[in-house]
């Protein structure tokens, strides 16, 4: 892992760990499995992990991830309501950000207070590290439950145009949410959020080739140009 993380080295200790990991279904190139004191029992709080191949390369993805554009972040994450980075440290790879999310009726909103750490490792991986936190600017505020968001997200390169993403996810509700209401979205949330990324994903690489394409174009025509200005320049002599 990054040099002197140890924070890195813990998360991809546990991010590689298959043992106590329970399969829970397949579906749209996309896996899902969770873990737990007992995975088996429905209403045991679990945490959730779902990996993913995306025809992109790893930092494009990780780009999408870490993104401050929250109109981007609601296109493969629809359950953000809004945002705020309340704090940066450690020359912009940690941030200290303020979330809030929707109702999901009958419950009132859930917001979480998260730190946010991103490295690069020296294989080429992006990892994204989430953990609960609090901070003087993002009190608990009336009408919300302050929840609690733990992540992991390693985005692997397996090629120049290819990349292996997966994420652990394992939040705590607070307040009265029932725990087998919380797991039913926990086990579904993950398949339309790792295919919503994944397209997501791809449109905007396409984007970035036409872009290029287009650029490459221009640079062509600009160059004949150039070269036939240059041949009736050099006919008169």
């Not at 999310?101 to 590290?129: M, N, Q, W, Y």
């Not at 989430?130 to 397996?158: D, F, I, S, W």
């Not at 926990?186 to 970035?208: D, I, K, N, S």
């Not at 290029?212 to 221009?218: D, E």
Request: charged residues 30%; contains cysteine; positive net charge.
């Amino acid at each position: 892992a990054h040099a002197g993380s140890a924070r890195a080295s813990e998360a991809l200790s546990e991010l590689k760990e298959t043992k106590r990991w329970v399969f829970v279904l397949r579906k749209n190139g996309v896996r899902v499995e969770k873990r737990g004191a007992d995975a088996t029992d429905e209403r045991a709080a679990f945490a959730v992990k779902a990996t993913v191949e995306i025809a992109v390369p790893a930092c494009e993805v990780a780009a999408i991830l870490l993104t401050r554009d929250y109109d981007i972040i609601r296109r493969f994450n629809p359950t953000i309501v809004d945002g705020k980075d309340l704090e940066w440290r450690d020359r912009r790879r940690e941030r200290t950000t303020y979330i809030l999310t929707k109702p999901v009726f009958p419950l009132a909103p859930r917001d979480f207070v998260c730190s946010v750490r991103h490295e690069r490792l020296p294989s080429g991986a992006e990892l994204i590290i989430n953990e609960p936190t609090t901070h003087r600017e993002a009190p608990p505020r009336r009408g919300k439950v302050r929840a609690t968001l733990r992540g992991l997200h390693l985005v692997q390169p397996l090629g120049p145009n290819r990349c292996l993403y997966t994420c652990v996810h394992e939040i705590d509700p607070a307040g009265r949410a029932p725990r087998a209401l919380v797991n039913w979205f926990a086990l579904r949330r993950p398949l339309q959020y790792m295919v919503a990324l994944r397209e997501l994903a791809g449109e905007m690489h396409r984007g970035r080739d036409a872009v290029a394409s287009r650029g490459s174009r221009r640079w062509m025509s600009w160059m004949r140009i150039s070269q036939n200005l240059g041949v009736q320049q050099d006919e008169p002599k």
